[in-house]
């Protein structure tokens, strides 16, 4: 019998939001390399080369959206993703996200998402969408930057058995008193109910 995979969804580890898909991603791909240059040195055929830097991870997917049965617009599910493209006012950058499916996880901005449409209703609203999109992989800096940059994003933690909100603000926040921050910012419902695997982005700022 085939196990069904959780559905994957996508972090937004600013706001806290959680994101699902409507239906899992058949494959994706990831690229990385390095950046090699050349060296020009008169007479020689072959060029040496040397080490420039490391490229960023991407995360290549296509995402499905069908909303033909409801009659709804399908503009409404896919322009949460595209959404995330659009900075932020406070970083003038767009957020750092964590896109999740199963055990693999992806620390990520968004860098692109094509929509393409291909069924509507006789009233032209569009009820079925493809959505090719990619993740760059997001590298934490110890140094707060500013001006375009990424600026102190919020911890990231997941969860594993004996976990508790009381305990992770009392390990992050420095006061086991502050869980009720986690909660709200994570929308959990009962915190005696945290499913092992699921990430919780752990808030920053002074004490509310």
Do not use: K
């Not at 493809?130 to 760059?136: A, M």
């Not at 869980?179 to 915190?191: G, L, Q, T």
Request: glycine share 8%; charged share 25%; hydrophobic share 40%.
């Amino acid at each position: 019998m085939a196990v069904q995979l959780t559905r994957a969804f996508i972090v937004n580890t600013r706001s806290g939001e959680h994101i699902p898909v409507m239906y899992n991603p058949e494959e994706y791909r990831i690229e990385q390399g390095n950046e090699i240059a050349e060296i020009g040195v008169p007479g020689l055929a072959t060029p040496p080369i040397q080490y420039v830097r490391g490229r960023a991870r991407t995360l290549n997917l296509e995402l499905f959206f069908d909303t033909y049965e409801r009659r709804t617009d399908v503009r409404e599910h896919t322009r949460r993703i595209v959404g995330l493209l659009d900075p932020e006012p406070r970083t003038f950058a767009p957020p750092v996200l964590l896109f999740v499916m199963g055990r693999f996880s992806f620390e990520c901005v968004l860098a692109q998402a094509d929509q393409h449409m291909s069924m509507f209703l006789p009233d032209g609203t569009p009820v079925r969408a493809r959505l090719v999109v990619r993740f760059q992989e997001y590298a934490r800096v110890e140094t707060e930057v500013r001006g375009g940059l990424f600026l102190a994003p919020p911890t990231l933690h997941r969860l594993s058995d004996g976990d508790t909100l009381s305990g992770l603000a009392g390990i992050y926040l420095g006061d086991p008193g502050r869980w009720r921050e986690i909660a709200d910012h994570n929308d959990i419902a009962d915190p005696l109910r945290l499913p092992p695997g699921q990430p919780v982005v752990i808030p920053t700022g002074d004490p509310r």
